[in-house]
């Protein structure tokens, strides 16, 4: 599975939108992109996947470069619940195999 | 609501005992995956299941063993518990194909 390469650290103002970025300059055809949060004392929490094409859900927006070597993960309207670090993982679709988790991003919301 | 379940939120057990960690999901997955969490070094894979019976090594399995007699449940075994084994466990499950995966609420163990 491809390398992903994240910030250690991000600021947000309330309200604001959070911009998460994720490089994953080697990602092969059939690897997704999948985002996971994990706020403190919890464990992770699935946000969003995609492959080629920009997705949103209830909870974000996703949106992969042309090139697929890089995304964004967006919180439109950031709370102080969004404090979390933001785990970018990239991975084959399959029946098996590890879901491997770097250090992720650590998004700090403000008041 | 997709439910993983692991059996204790704290525990506290003595080096050399024999530890056991479950956990059960409700969602007829495949996949199941323990992992470890400790300050500074993020999540890390001690193993995972594709199936009933089969088993894998994740990167830190070393002093652990597992145990999938049933799809849903997957075991953690720490055979002679150590104060290095002191630390936040996660299991977690997915399906197959895209790996949306769901995790249990954690078991802090400690070990004196």
């Known amino acids: 599975d491809a390398k992903t390469t994240q910030p250690t650290s991000m600021d947000c103002a309330e309200g604001r939108a959070a911009n998460l970025p994720c490089n994953h300059s080697t990602i092969s055809g059939n690897e997704y992109v999948y985002w996971y949060r994990q706020i403190h004392s919890q464990g992770p929490q699935y946000i969003i996947h995609g492959l080629k094409n920009n997705e949103t859900n209830e909870m974000a927006s996703l949106i992969i470069t042309e090139d697929r070597k890089s995304s964004t993960l967006i919180l439109p309207h950031a709370t102080l619940r969004d404090t979390a670090v933001y785990y970018c993982?990239?991975?084959?679709?399959?029946?098996?195999?590890?879901?491997?988790f770097g250090q992720g991003t650590t998004l700090q919301v403000k008041p | 609501d997709v439910k993983v379940t692991q059996s204790s939120r704290y525990l506290v057990k003595r080096t050399g005992e024999k530890v056991f960690l479950e956990c059960v999901q409700d969602m007829d997955h495949e996949n199941m995956f323990w992992y470890r969490q400790d300050p500074g070094l993020g999540l890390r894979l001690i193993y995972f299941s594709y199936d009933v019976k089969m088993k894998e090594k994740g990167d830190i399995p070393e002093g652990y063993s597992v145990s999938r007699e049933k799809k849903e449940r997957f075991s953690l075994i720490l055979e002679s518990a150590s104060t290095n084994q002191t630390s936040m466990y996660l299991c977690a499950s997915s399906g197959t194909g895209i790996f949306k995966a769901f995790f249990g609420q954690g078991t802090r163990l400690t070990v004196v």
């Open positions: 993982i990239v991975r084959v679709a399959s029946n098996t195999g590890k879901l491997i």
